[in-house]
């Protein structure tokens, strides 16, 4: 595979809570996703696109236009309009796979409905006169990871869509004479600048950690980030190679995390401390308490650990509540979840 | 694994939900649940989790309707004619994409076939697919409107009529309506509501022990699915037991007289429009007896029911109660002013020139002291005396009470809609928005694909193709997109910040009602934008812009004080429309302007009332914008009524503070029902 090279995701300077929270994600998908809000140019993008380069492989069907898992769901093949593995599935014969990384799709602020969820495929319809469907996005990005920068600026109605999809793990295609409907699960991945306006709250939600970050004030830390950035667009590879060696690491490490996380335990107590939490500051509906509690295991996963400690419900908390707290809509985004805690605990009955 | 449902026995709380679910089940006659809430509230679960305990149903082979063997009377055509096989197969869930467009939810031609064999064939939409399941709708409050038309017109009727693309059909659809929608994303239409037989208000868990209960279960869920439903199959088949049983026994179930009556009290209590409720509450609470296994309906059976059925229909008939002494000081003045309102309005004209006189005489409009100010605030109260001393000294007042804005939500929305019809969404020309239907009248360039094969299909055995391909379309057959979009409502904010709006907590209240208006924006995602003025001259605050944040932090640091150039204010925004129209010719500005009316600077020699009335009626000219004025004149002895001229000249609704507030056209109420 050839490729440009890709800023290595270790070689990032600072911005430590976002890269956790990329790395968490990865470990465990079903964390549903990270919405980084920040200023412009602070690596929002660029550690994104880097993830790229740690990401696990997973076993899909070759050539398989929704990402699927060898068997993952024979409905959708039967009705596939690939018409190889289609035949290959009705005939009960083995399809063939590869293993690849999971992949990174792109959702552009400007794309149609019709892109995004698929739409009858032109092509065919002229030419034999049969409706089949032409994939669009969501499917594209099964199993793997949908990034949607400036998310805040999103067309409402592909808004709407994405939530259904990524509430459901379903996209269902109810349009222009096409009727299916594919698995789309994937770990949402979005950047916004809230100083363009704030994202809706029922999408806020579905995106399961949030971080904010800011510039640097760090001098030392900027100039690292100067010369690496130098070095880098000098030579793209030779800098690559020089980070390999960390980057490995930190993949061999996500993995064993991914091995270690279904074994990982939780006491009973730390379960009323993750409940007392979201009581304390103020969320709306449970999945607060679902994503802190998976945060929290895969942070421990990812530290080594099979049992979830207090620090690690903390941290994240710190991850998983700052855009779920009840606030008026017109409200800014609370960022230090810790301290709010502690203030609405100092007054009593609220 | 496509299809692994959470089981419904495992979902913790939510019982009122639950149990809703359970009483449309078993009795299809009430019409179906809207579930509101917050976000993260299982709602979803629950509906799928129901549907996959339910038994199956009896249906005849192949038929794509759903046609049920032991209804001869409702089978469709083809079931008439052929032999009735019978198989069985689960109820379906039926989900309704937010993105379905109006062909596939009501059916159409079958492509295919008719590109092949040149037949017109029906295909079944959505609505025959739901046929005696459950039709959901996430986010109901999101959909098109006629789509939720079609959807609710199948639901009443009972059945779905297709006439489109030279296919006249009908069908059976009966199916249980179950509506999910986030209140914060904007409200349904009150007719849309009422077509909800029972409304269910879910809300987070407070309860600790629930809540770690409900993380260890949806963990255990997780991590190994199969077994966490094996966990829970039991208790699955014990509620699908007592649900069959409960149909069974249903029409059986008798309900007394004085019950009856009960629910018809129940329904005049809560101003209830229509009839619909009581009939609901009765079939409610049947099912509900046939759930308990019991033969006739009790009191508590309708008492349990009632506040299911009432809580989104209930209106507020007398004013709402005024509101606790402690939210701010103005409230104290509430219940009087209404009252004072009504005897000055009769006598509106004698006053209004009572009081230009005086206005011409030069009284500063600050000297009208307000004793009430005792009660405010200490600081602000200070504020407000330095402010009297030296005239032309800005003041920051503190923005409205946030009250209101709760109360706001309803009678704002009757206010867009009178105001500008469709506000949320419009037949966008351009090709952009969401595609809902197509046309055969050409203009646009825009060729639904889609519409267009089909259109040409039944003529493909007849027409021959010279290129290979499969179809051919002739110029006749070409169908255009019907897009509609959410019309980028553009609302500009006139405000008037002169010194004459400090007095009385005027500019509290007018604050407070813009901050309201900004809160609706944010809910319909207008692009805003805010022009002031005050002194000798109007200030564009806020350039159009679709940060509402932007607009409240402004709203909050926006000074008071001085004049009031009302012409200059009217010009200003003037030119900030032209240029948004000039960029987005299709748009429908909006303007709301806050003011008392008291125009007192001119732009040029004239007097500054006439000038105002003059440029406001020269404004009116472009059919384009509407005009909203709020008239915040303070009703006390004297009241110059020039607010109302104004909207008069503009050709303007004309609204008081007072009638943005005490609204009671539509009121869901939070609460169950005493």
């Not at chain 1, 009858?120 to 099964?142: N, R, T």
């Not at chain 2, 307000?370 to 602000?380: I, L």
């Not at chain 2, 105001?419 to 825009?446: E, F, L, M």
């Not at chain 2, 400090?502 to 009602?513: E, I, L, N, T």
Request: hydrophobic share 40%; aromatic share 4%; net charge neutral.
């Amino acid at each position: 595979m050839s490729r440009t090279a890709i800023y290595p995701f270790v070689a990032i300077v600072g911005q430590e809570k976002m890269k956790l929270a990329l790395i968490l994600n990865i470990i465990n998908p079903t964390l549903s996703g990270v919405l980084i809000r920040g200023e412009k140019g602070t690596a929002k993008s660029t550690a994104v696109r880097a993830l790229a380069d740690i990401l696990p492989a997973i076993k899909v069907v070759r050539d398989c236009p929704f990402q699927l898992f060898p068997g993952e769901a024979g409905n959708v093949c039967r009705e596939c309009p690939r018409a190889l593995c289609r035949e290959a599935i009705i005939n009960r014969e083995q399809v063939e796979t590869i293993m690849r990384p999971i992949r990174v799709v792109e959702l552009p602020v400007g794309a149609t409905e019709d892109r995004v969820v698929g739409t009858m495929d032109l092509e065919q319809a002229l030419k034999k006169g049969e409706k089949h469907l032409e994939p669009g996005l969501l499917a594209a990005a099964h199993r793997g990871i949908l990034y949607v920068d400036e998310v805040n600026l999103l067309d409402d109605h592909v808004v709407d869509v994405l939530l259904d999809s990524a509430a459901m793990g379903t996209n269902t295609i109810e349009r222009e004479g096409v009727s299916f409907s594919h698995p789309a699960s994937f770990t949402l991945v979005g950047t916004m600048n809230p100083e363009e306006g704030e994202l809706r709250p029922q999408l806020l939600d579905r995106f399961g950690l949030c971080v904010t970050i800011e510039g640097i004030n760090d001098p030392e830390a900027r100039v690292s980030i100067m010369e690496r950035r130098l070095a880098f667009d000098e030579d793209p590879e030779g800098f690559c190679r020089n980070w390999e060696e960390e980057s490995g690491q930190l993949v061999e490490r996500i993995e064993k995390a991914r091995d270690l996380y279904p074994k990982v335990l939780v006491d009973r107590k730390l379960l009323y401390e993750i409940a007392s939490y979201c009581l304390d500051v103020g969320v709306d509906g449970h999945r607060g308490d679902i994503v802190i509690l998976k945060a929290a295991k895969t942070l421990a996963a990812f530290e080594g650990r099979a049992h979830v400690v207090k620090s690690d419900i903390d941290k994240a908390a710190e991850l998983a509540l700052p855009h779920r707290i009840r606030r008026q809509p017109l409200q800014d985004v609370v960022m230090d979840i810790g301290k709010l805690r502690r203030q609405k605990r100092a007054i009593p009955g609220s | 694994m496509f299809k692994k449902i959470f089981p419904f026995s495992a979902i913790c709380g939510q019982e009122q939900l639950k149990l809703a679910l359970i009483l449309n089940v078993i009795n299809p006659g009430i019409g179906g649940v809207l579930i509101r809430g917050e976000k993260g509230t299982a709602k979803s679960t629950a509906v799928r989790a129901l549907a996959a305990l339910l038994p199956g149903i009896a249906v005849v082979r192949n038929c794509p309707y759903n046609c049920d063997p032991n209804r001869p009377q409702y089978l469709c055509s083809r079931c008439r004619k052929g032999r009735i096989e019978v198989t069985h197969r689960p109820v379906q869930v039926v989900t309704l994409p937010l993105n379905a467009t109006e062909d596939r939810v009501t059916g159409g031609i079958d492509f295919s076939r008719a590109v092949r064999k040149g037949t017109r064939v029906a295909e079944p939409g959505l609505l025959a697919k739901a046929h005696r399941g459950i039709l959901y709708v996430d986010e109901v409050n999101l959909l098109d409107d006629h789509v939720v038309d079609i959807i609710l017109d199948s639901a009443a009727s009972g059945r779905n009529v297709i006439e489109r693309e030279g296919i006249s059909l009908s069908h059976a659809s009966r199916f249980v309506l179950v509506g999910t929608m986030n209140p914060e994303e904007g409200e349904l239409r009150p007719q849309l509501l009422d077509r909800f037989g029972l409304c269910v208000e879910v809300k987070a868990i407070a309860n600790k022990e629930d809540r770690v209960l409900l993380m260890e279960r949806r963990e255990a869920y997780d991590a190994s699915p199969q077994d966490f439903i094996m966990r829970f199959d039991a208790e699955n088949k014990r509620i699908a037991e007592q649900i069959v049983r409960a149909r069974h026994t249903l029409k059986t179930i008798h309900v007394p007289k004085h019950l009856r009556s009960l629910a018809c009290q129940l329904a005049i209590e809560n101003n209830v429009a229509g009839h619909r409720a009581d009939l609901i509450i009765e079939q409610a609470a049947r099912a509900l007896a046939a759930l308990k296994e019991r033969h006739e309906v009790t009191v508590d059976d309708v008492l349990e029911v009632a506040p299911l059925v009432l809580c989104h229909r209930r209106r507020d008939a007398a004013p709402p109660p005024p509101p606790s002494s402690e939210e701010h000081d103005q409230d104290h003045e509430t219940p009087p002013e209404n009252n004072q309102e009504e005897t000055h309005e009769q006598h509106e004209h004698p006053h209004e020139e009572q009081a230009e006189e005086r206005d011409s005489t030069g009284i500063q409009t600050d000297g009208e002291a307000p004793p009430e100010e005792g009660e405010g605030e200490e600081s602000n109260n200070q504020e407000k005396r330095e402010g009297r001393r030296e005239k032309p000294l800005e003041q920051v007042f503190p923005v409205g009470e946030t009250f209101k804005v709760r109360k706001f939500t309803a009678p704002k929305d009757r206010l867009f809609r009178r105001g500008s019809g469709r506000r949320s969404r419009t037949r966008s020309a351009r090709n952009q928005g969401r595609y809902v239907k197509s046309t055969s009248s050409r203009n646009t360039g825009d060729v639904a694909l889609d519409a267009t094969i089909r259109a040409a299909a039944p003529y493909q055995s007849r027409r021959r193709n010279e290129n290979g391909l499969a179809v051919v379309i002739r110029p006749g057959d070409v169908r255009e997109k019907i897009r509609e979009r959410r019309i980028g409502n553009f609302l500009l904010f006139l405000v008037d910040a002169s010194g004459s709006m400090g007095a009385r907590g005027r500019m509290v209240a007018s604050k407070g009602a813009i901050m309201s208006l900004l809160l609706d924006a944010y809910q319909k995602r207008d692009r805003i934008a805010m022009v002031s003025f005050r002194g000798d001259k109007a200030v564009v605050n806020l350039p159009p812009t679709s940060s509402i944040e932007l607009a409240a932090r402004y709203l909050s640091e926006m000074p008071v004080g001085g004049k009031t150039p009302l012409s200059a204010g009217l010009a200003r925004s003037y030119e900030v429309l032209r240029g948004y129209l000039m960029r987005d010719p299709t748009a429908r500005p909006i303007v709301l302007i806050v003011t008392d009316g008291r125009s007192n600077v001119a732009l040029g020699e004239k007097n500054p009332r006439e000038e105002a009335l003059e440029l406001a009626g020269r404004m009116a000219m472009d059919e384009r914008v509407r005009f909203i004025v709020v008239d915040i004149e303070s009703p006390g002895l004297i009241r110059f009524g020039l607010a109302r001229k104004l909207a008069i000249a503009l050709d303007a609704q004309y609204f008081r503070i007072e009638d943005l507030k005490a609204d009671t056209l539509l009121n869901v109420a939070k609460e169950n029902i005493r």
